[in-house]
């Protein structure tokens, strides 16, 4: 009787699975850092990977979609997606401008005085 080595080929299919989604990973973050369009074809293309088995993976394709859209909106303005600034940030420094006006306000109205 053969001993079983199925054990080895199934490793071997994880660790396949692992590096090709690494892959494509990496491909996003550097697609999306340089600024450059994420579509599913310069994924696959920088990825070296088939477009279908991008579109089979629910979280990457979730991911290609949002920053593709988000390209789209943003075609003026080239600016990587860690880089764009937040809705938390712009209301942070909108409160502090307007907490800097008043001050000076007040300061203007003192010197008056």
């Given at each position: 009787?053969?001993?079983?080595?199925?054990?080895?080929?199934?490793?071997?299919?994880?660790?396949?699975?692992?590096?090709?989604?690494?892959?494509?990973?990496?491909?996003?973050?550097s697609l999306d850092l340089a600024g450059e369009p994420v579509t599913?074809?310069?994924?696959?293309?920088?990825?070296?990977?088939?477009?279908?088995?991008?579109?089979?993976?629910?979280?990457?394709?979730?991911?290609?979609?949002?920053?593709?859209?988000?390209?789209?909106?943003?075609?003026?303005?080239?600016?990587?997606?860690?880089?764009?600034?937040?809705?938390?940030?712009?209301?942070?420094?909108?409160?502090?401008?307007?907490?800097?006006?008043?001050?000076?306000?007040?300061e203007n109205q003192q010197l008056r005085e």
């Amino acid at each position: 009787m053969r001993a079983d080595n199925s054990q080895h080929i199934v490793d071997a299919a994880r660790r396949r699975s692992e590096y090709t989604r690494a892959k494509a990973v990496q491909a996003l973050r550097s697609l999306d850092l340089a600024g450059e369009p994420v579509t599913f074809e310069t994924v696959a293309k920088r990825a070296a990977l088939s477009r279908s088995w991008l579109y089979a993976q629910p979280d990457l394709r979730e991911e290609i979609e949002r920053l593709r859209a988000a390209h789209r909106r943003d075609l003026s303005s080239p600016v990587p997606g860690r880089q764009r600034t937040s809705d938390a940030s712009l209301r942070r420094r909108l409160e502090a401008a307007n907490a800097r006006i008043r001050r000076l306000t007040e300061e203007n109205q003192q010197l008056r005085e």
